[in-house]
Structures are given as structure tokens and as C-alpha cells.
């Protein structure tokens, strides 16, 4: 499908297809409104030739009350073509923004943009916005030159030759403001993605007094965008002002070619004034396209953002065969991770270990071993360049995302809480499923009470509903992981991953932690622990190094420690598995 002379992928096809009933409703609506556009021209026709000739006061009066019912009823077609075009955006948000929503949520497209919705409220705005309008009225422009040509070839001829001089406007305006158009709004967007992550990080730029260098930095980058906007603006001003000055001069041209058509009886007086309208009419709609062109591009421009990101990953999600609930034998399968941007850097390089339920791993390695990257892989939050991934034997591919995740607890190595309250926190915001609140508030207790954490959240101002701004702030940075913890063991997962659990926490938040896996382990859940610190090892069974993204040794704890211990090793390992417990 073509929009914009865009290729527009699925789901966003299907959506505009979804919505023809409300175009053919609103182009139904704009043939009547243009139609009764024409009662103004016939009014002064009628005004003209037959009442003032004939001082027909009755036939005035008769011809005042059809004119006002046709201009009420065209005012009434106008107000519904309106909120036609205001519900087909609304339809095309119940449509399009869920599955907007999760490829950003997913972010399986290289470069999908992070203001993706912001660029499909500017798309949506323009469908129902004055753009939409003109361009809705513009076919109807040749209805108003054929009827000027009735009235008189002359009259016609100056129509079409006013129309093709709008239209050169409009093409030069394009094609003068397109490039300045776009570059003005990608930098913008960046300017607003800066701000948003200088926002979200202020305690850390007040600390450091980085204050003052981003609030220039911004401040530029800003101006940058807006300088871009502005010349944009001042171009397609220029083009719209000229737009403005050339539909006058016709509208005033007309009159005069009328008046002296009129002086040589080739036609009647009424039609002075009807040709007059007749211009004005035929040649707003072009104005209108004009002065609404940067909308228009700005519409564009969005619209082929989110076509890219649709067509990124064409493959349209379909119900996938529920698979019964897993035990937690997790199997890696000669996993590649290639470094995004960087296909030939590897960050995991074949790697492959089987996890049984009721056992505990543990992952050590020095810094950029790869860790953090088998562990999102473990916890299916990403999915492997080759080789795979099976919980229970079913690849992680294969399962739906959102059923899979409720079997899997995860901890990433910040918190990563999101805006809302603890409760929705801990319990993965479930009453957001349609889950009961009596079930959640059930489970989200007994997660924190296994977490330890329970007592510290009731000593909270507001207990499990604090509210908790993004990324957990309102909490230290331990209290935000023991909450984080609390999320992962929500729902008693069959596969635990721990990623660096204690690197926040002091002794007694390590020992909730230690009791917690215990747990974990003796109901028969598989879990793993990337750790640096030692103290959380206590609990596992194996251990497993990582080096520059593959093994290096694998085996039960007390072996490979004592293999990382021998003198061949002892200045590589040591670093890692020692002095921090």
C-alpha cells in the first residue's frame, strides 16, 4: 500500500484499510459541502439578473431563505466531515498504537525510533487537521473551472491559469522546504531525547555540576533544530504569502475581466460576482495545501519513520500453541551474539551449558567476559545471533513473550523499576492483565516476604502503594534492588537469573538475598547468579567463567575454584572471585 508515496507495511496498511468506511463517509460529505459551495455564486446570479432588474422584493426573500438552508446545511456536512476525520484518527490510534508500543517495547529493529509515538501523534494530527481539509477539497477544484467556463471561456481560461500558478507554488515550496523540513525535525527529536535523559539522570548531573554544560549543550542543540525550523518556516511563508497575493489579484482580476465581459453583454452582471467567488472557491483549497505544507511534511516524514519500523520485522505476530508451564530445565545451545553495529566482534562465542531444575549457577568472569549478555539470552531478553535457547526443550522463540516471562524472574543489574506504585512493581503491574487485586495483593506480599523486603516496605509512607518515579527513585539504591528482587521472585518462576543481586546491598539485605535462593532452590527452581562478589556464591552448585565471550571453565564450585586457584590462573581469576565478600 502507498501513502504519501510511502510503501506502507503491515499493521499500518491494515489500519488505513480499516478505516475506508470513514474516508468514503468524509468524501460523501465533501462532494455535498463543495457542491452547496456553489449556493453563494447562483444567490448573486439570482440577485442580479433577476431581482434588482425586476424589484422582485418576494423573489428575494424567497431566494435569501434557500441560501441560508443550503449554508446551514453546508455548515452542519462541514461540522460532520470534521469529526469524521477527528474519529478515523481516533480509530487509527485504537489500531496502531498497541503494536507501536510493543515494537518499541521490543526494540528488535536496529535504529527504531525512540519517539515513535510522538511521530504518530504528529501523522494522526495532520489526518484531521486543516491539510487534511484542503487536500479533501482540492479534487473539487475542476467543478468550480468548468462552471466559470460555462459562465465564459475568458472566465474559465483565468481559473485554470490561476490554479496552475498555485500549483508551481506549491511544487516550489516542496521542494524549497522538504530537505530544511526534515532536518529541523530529526533534530528536534534529538533535542528532546537529550532533555528527557538529562531529566531522568539529575541527581547524577547536579552531583557532578554538569548542570550548567547541558543546560548549553541542549540549549545548542535546540537551536540548531529551531534555526532549521526557521528557515523552513520563513521559505514556506514566503511561498504561502505569495500564495495569498496571486488567489487575490485573480479573485480582484476576475471582477474586472467580469466587468468588462459585462460592459461588451457577453455576459450578465450577476456573473461579475459570481465569477469572483467562483475564483476565490476554486483556488482556497490549493492555498490551504499550501499554507499547511509543512504539516504536511512533517506528517511525511513521521510516516516513513514508522513504515521503517513496521518493516524492520514484517513478521506479523501470530497465537502461538500454548506450551504447559515449565519446570525450568534451561539448555544453551552454542550461543553467537555478534556486538550490535559490529557484526565480526563477538561478545558470546558458542556458548553451551545445561541448567536442571533445583540447581544454582553461578557466573564469574572479568569485566566484558559477556556475563550480562548470557544472562539477558537466560532470561529470554534477547535472543541469540545463532545457536538457541530452550526452557523445557521449546526454544524461547517459540513461546508467547508475555506467558513466558510470567515463568521467569529476572534481575537486571540496575533496577530498572518503572514509574508507578510498589505494588504494580513487585507484581508486574498484573491488575494491568485484569488480574483480581485480591490474587495479586496476595502474591506481591509473599514476593516481598521472601525478599525480605516486606517489613521495609511498610515502613514506608504509603506501604506497597509509594509511588516510585522511573527507574525506582524515591528509594536507595538498595532498597530499589531488594524491591527489584522482589519483582523477579513474583509468581515463584520456574528460572530465577540474577544479575549481580548484592551489588547494592549491605549485610542484611545479602542475607534476605542468600535466603531467598535457598528458597528458590528447594521449591525446584533453576537459578542463575552473575556475581562478582563472593558472598552470594555460597549458594551454587556450579560455577561457570567467562572469558573474552566463551568458557573457560565449568564445573562444580568447589573444583573450579580451587582449578582458578592453581598459580596458572590466580593472577587472572583471583581479582574476580576474591576480597569482596
Same mark, same amino acid.
Given at each position: @500500500?502507498?501513502?504519501?508515496?510511502?510503501?506502507?507495511?503491515?499493521?499500518?496498511?491494515?489500519?488505513?484499510?480499516?478505516?475506508?468506511?470513514?474516508?468514503?463517509?468524509?468524501? %460523501?460529505?465533501?462532494?455535498?459541502?463543495?457542491?452547496?459551495?456553489?449556493?453563494?455564486?447562483?444567490?448573486?446570479?439570482?440577485?442580479?439578473?433577476?431581482?434588482?432588474?425586476?424589484?422582485?422584493?418576494?423573489?428575494?426573500?424567497?431566494?435569501?431563505?434557500?441560501?441560508?438552508?443550503?449554508?446551514?446545511?453546508?455548515?452542519?456536512?462541514?461540522?460532520?466531515?470534521?469529526?469524521?476525520?477527528?474519529?478515523?484518527?481516533?480509530?487509527?490510534?485504537?489500531?496502531? !498504537?498497541?503494536?507501536?508500543?510493543?515494537?518499541?517495547?521490543?526494540?528488535?529493529?536496529?535504529?527504531?525510533?525512540?519517539?515513535?509515538?510522538?511521530?504518530?501523534?504528529?501523522?494522526?494530527?495532520?489526518?484531521?487537521?486543516?491539510?487534511?481539509?484542503?487536500?479533501?477539497?482540492?479534487?473539487?477544484?475542476?467543478?468550480? %473551472?468548468?462552471?466559470?467556463?460555462?459562465?465564459?471561456?475568458?472566465?474559465?481560461?483565468?481559473?485554470?491559469?490561476?490554479?496552475?500558478?498555485?500549483?508551481?507554488?506549491?511544487?516550489?515550496?516542496?521542494?524549497?522546504?522538504?530537505?530544511?523540513?526534515?532536518?529541523?525535525?530529526?533534530?528536534?527529536?534529538?533535542?528532546?531525547?537529550?532533555?528527557?535523559?538529562?531529566?531522568?539522570?539529575?541527581?547524577?548531573?547536579?552531583?557532578?555540576?554538569?548542570?550548567?554544560?547541558?543546560?548549553?549543550?541542549?540549549?545548542?542543540?535546540?537551536?540548531?533544530?529551531?534555526?532549521?525550523?526557521?528557515?523552513?518556516?520563513?521559505?514556506?511563508?514566503?511561498?504561502?504569502?505569495?500564495?495569498?497575493?496571486?488567489?487575490?489579484?485573480?479573485?480582484?482580476?476576475?471582477?474586472?475581466?467580469?466587468?468588462?465581459?459585462?460592459?461588451?453583454?457577453?455576459?450578465?452582471?450577476?456573473?461579475?460576482?459570481?465569477?469572483?467567488?467562483?475564483?476565490?472557491?476554486?483556488?482556497?483549497?490549493?492555498?490551504?495545501?499550501?499554507?499547511?505544507?509543512?504539516?504536511?511534511?512533517?506528517?511525511?516524514?513521521?510516516?516513513?519513520?514508522?513504515?521503517?519500523?513496521?518493516?524492520?520485522?514484517?513478521?506479523?505476530?501470530?497465537?502461538?500453541?500454548?506450551?504447559?508451564?515449565p519446570r525450568g530445565r534451561l539448555t544453551v545451545d552454542k550461543v553467537v551474539v555478534r556486538a550490535p553495529g559490529a557484526p565480526d566482534q563477538m561478545l558470546l562465542k558458542g556458548v553451551g551449558f545445561i541448567l536442571e531444575p533445583g540447581e544454582v549457577l553461578g557466573i564469574v568472569g572479568p569485566s566484558g567476559?559477556?556475563?550480562?549478555?548470557?544472562?539477558?539470552?537466560?532470561?529470554?531478553?534477547?535472543?541469540?545471533?545463532? #545457536?538457541?535457547?530452550?526452557?523445557?526443550? !521449546?526454544? @524461547?522463540?517459540?513461546?508467547?513473550?508475555?506467558?513466558?516471562?510470567?515463568?521467569?524472574?529476572?534481575?537486571?543489574?540496575?533496577?530498572?523499576?518503572?514509574?508507578?506504585?510498589?505494588?504494580?512493581?513487585?507484581?508486574?503491574?498484573?491488575?494491568?492483565?485484569?488480574?483480581?487485586?485480591?490474587?495479586?495483593?496476595?502474591?506481591?506480599?509473599?514476593?516481598?516476604?521472601?525478599?525480605?523486603?516486606?517489613?521495609?516496605?511498610?515502613?514506608?509512607?504509603?506501604?506497597?502503594?509509594?509511588?516510585?518515579?522511573?527507574? #525506582?527513585?524515591?528509594?536507595?539504591? #538498595?532498597q530499589a534492588q531488594r524491591v527489584a528482587l522482589a519483582r523477579a521472585l513474583y509468581g515463584d518462576p520456574a528460572l530465577l537469573v540474577l544479575d549481580e543481586p548484592n551489588s547494592a546491598l549491605d549485610a542484611d539485605g545479602e542475607a534476605a538475598l542468600g535466603r531467598a535462593i535457598l528458597a528458590a532452590k528447594?521449591? #525446584?527452581?533453576? %537459578?542463575?547468579?552473575?556475581?562478582?562478589?563472593?558472598?552470594?556464591?555460597?549458594?551454587?552448585?556450579?560455577?561457570?567463567?567467562?572469558?573474552?565471550?566463551?568458557?573457560?571453565?565449568?564445573?562444580?564450585?568447589?573444583?573450579?575454584?580451587?582449578? @582458578?586457584?592453581?598459580?596458572?590462573?590466580?593472577?587472572?581469576?583471583?581479582?574476580?572471585?576474591?576480597?569482596?565478600?
Amino acid at each position: @500500500m502507498k501513502l504519501l508515496s510511502i510503501d506502507v507495511p503491515e499493521p499500518l496498511a491494515g489500519a488505513f484499510r480499516a478505516c475506508r468506511p470513514h474516508l468514503a463517509g468524509i468524501f %460523501v460529505f465533501s462532494a455535498l459541502v463543495n457542491v452547496l459551495f456553489l449556493a453563494p455564486s447562483i444567490y448573486m446570479l439570482q440577485v442580479y439578473d433577476r431581482v434588482v432588474p425586476t424589484s422582485g422584493l418576494m423573489t428575494l426573500l424567497y431566494i435569501t431563505l434557500v441560501v441560508a438552508l443550503a449554508l446551514i446545511t453546508l455548515a452542519l456536512l462541514d461540522a460532520v466531515r470534521t469529526r469524521l476525520l477527528v474519529r478515523m484518527s481516533l480509530r487509527l490510534d485504537r489500531l496502531i !498504537a498497541g503494536p507501536l508500543l510493543e515494537k518499541l517495547m521490543a526494540r528488535t529493529a536496529p535504529g527504531a525510533p525512540v519517539q515513535g509515538m510522538r511521530e504518530f501523534d504528529v501523522l494522526r494530527n495532520a489526518i484531521s487537521g486543516p491539510a487534511a481539509l484542503g487536500f479533501l477539497d482540492a479534487p473539487w477544484t475542476p467543478l468550480y %473551472v468548468l462552471i466559470a467556463f460555462m459562465l465564459h471561456p475568458a472566465l474559465g481560461a483565468l481559473t485554470v491559469a490561476g490554479g496552475v500558478i498555485l500549483v508551481a507554488l506549491a511544487v516550489f515550496n516542496e521542494r524549497s522546504t522538504k530537505t530544511r523540513a526534515q532536518d529541523a525535525n530529526k533534530a528536534i527529536s534529538a533535542a528532546y531525547a537529550a532533555q528527557e535523559a538529562a531529566a531522568m539522570n539529575s541527581e547524577v548531573v547536579r552531583a557532578m555540576g554538569m548542570r550548567g554544560a547541558l543546560r548549553e549543550r541542549q540549549l545548542s542543540d535546540r537551536r540548531t533544530g529551531l534555526a532549521l525550523s526557521a528557515q523552513a518556516q520563513f521559505t514556506g511563508g514566503q511561498f504561502a504569502a505569495a500564495t495569498k497575493f496571486m488567489r487575490l489579484f485573480l479573485q480582484s482580476a476576475a471582477l474586472g475581466l467580469g466587468a468588462w465581459l459585462a460592459v461588451e453583454r457577453q455576459i450578465s452582471a450577476g456573473a461579475i460576482i459570481a465569477a469572483s467567488i467562483l475564483m476565490s472557491r476554486a483556488l482556497q483549497p490549493v492555498e490551504q495545501v499550501v499554507g499547511s505544507w509543512n504539516t504536511v511534511l512533517q506528517a511525511r516524514t513521521a510516516l516513513r519513520a514508522l513504515s521503517e519500523l513496521f518493516a524492520a520485522d514484517p513478521e506479523p505476530e501470530t497465537p502461538r500453541t500454548q506450551l504447559p508451564d515449565p519446570r525450568g530445565r534451561l539448555t544453551v545451545d552454542k550461543v553467537v551474539v555478534r556486538a550490535p553495529g559490529a557484526p565480526d566482534q563477538m561478545l558470546l562465542k558458542g556458548v553451551g551449558f545445561i541448567l536442571e531444575p533445583g540447581e544454582v549457577l553461578g557466573i564469574v568472569g572479568p569485566s566484558g567476559a559477556g556475563k550480562t549478555t548470557l544472562a539477558r539470552l537466560a532470561a529470554g531478553a534477547s535472543l541469540p545471533d545463532m #545457536g538457541v535457547v530452550r526452557l523445557d526443550g !521449546a526454544s @524461547m522463540a517459540d513461546w508467547d513473550p508475555d506467558r513466558l516471562g510470567r515463568h521467569i524472574g529476572y534481575l537486571p543489574q540496575d533496577s530498572a523499576l518503572i514509574a508507578g506504585s510498589i505494588r504494580d512493581n513487585i507484581s508486574r503491574f498484573a491488575l494491568w492483565r485484569g488480574e483480581a487485586a485480591e490474587v495479586v495483593d496476595a502474591a506481591t506480599v509473599a514476593a516481598a516476604t521472601t525478599a525480605g523486603v516486606h517489613d521495609m516496605i511498610l515502613k514506608l509512607p504509603k506501604g506497597y502503594d509509594t509511588l516510585l518515579a522511573h527507574g #525506582g527513585r524515591g528509594l536507595s539504591a #538498595g532498597q530499589a534492588q531488594r524491591v527489584a528482587l522482589a519483582r523477579a521472585l513474583y509468581g515463584d518462576p520456574a528460572l530465577l537469573v540474577l544479575d549481580e543481586p548484592n551489588s547494592a546491598l549491605d549485610a542484611d539485605g545479602e542475607a534476605a538475598l542468600g535466603r531467598a535462593i535457598l528458597a528458590a532452590k528447594a521449591r #525446584g527452581a533453576a %537459578v542463575i547468579i552473575v556475581a562478582h562478589r563472593t558472598g552470594v556464591l555460597q549458594a551454587v552448585d556450579r560455577l561457570l567463567v567467562l572469558r573474552d565471550g566463551a568458557i573457560e571453565a565449568v564445573g562444580p564450585r568447589a573444583e573450579v575454584l580451587a582449578q @582458578m586457584s592453581k598459580p596458572r590462573g590466580r593472577a587472572a581469576a583471583a581479582p574476580e572471585l576474591k576480597g569482596q565478600s
